[in-house]
């Protein structure tokens, strides 16, 4: 069982950054995939992130490439999510999630068994 507390977002204006925090309950964090969600009103759930257990593999989302990025730190059972030029688009609620498996292509929501409660980011325009 893995328990998942999200933290950091807000309001900010076009361009700028937040970064998000999810920390993980258990003694087995570094065995997970952990991934970023997001889901906007009205929309479905969709992928933006995730890193391999290790830390030493990332995926992101084409629509984040190159403004957000995802890092963790095992020793304190937390995964990041830094996202820079903010767009009004990136507004939503950003869920983090765990997978025991580090799968090939676009994760999917339903492969995530755990899940955080999530943090609303909104980008002013």
């Known amino acids: 069982q893995v328990q998942l507390v999200e933290s950091g977002g807000g309001l900010v204006q076009a361009g700028g950054s937040l970064r998000l925090s999810c920390a993980a309950s258990?003694?087995?964090?570094?065995?997970?995939?952990m991934g970023w969600f997001r889901q906007a009103p009205g929309k479905e759930r969709e992928f933006v992130a995730v890193?391999?257990?290790?830390?030493?593999?990332?995926y992101y989302a084409d629509s984040v490439k190159g403004r957000f990025t995802i890092s963790r730190d095992n020793a304190k059972n937390t995964v990041y999510l830094q996202m820079n030029s903010l767009k009004p688009e990136d507004t939503a609620v950003y869920y983090c999630?765990?997978?025991?498996?580090?799968?090939?292509?676009?994760?999917?929501?339903?492969?995530?068994?755990?899940w955080g409660q999530g943090t609303q980011v909104t980008v002013s325009s």
């Open positions: 999630a765990a997978d025991r498996v580090w799968r090939l292509g676009i994760p999917k929501v339903y492969d995530y068994a755990y």
């Open positions: 258990g003694r087995t964090f570094s065995r997970y995939a």
């Open positions: 890193i391999s257990g290790t830390g030493g593999s990332t």
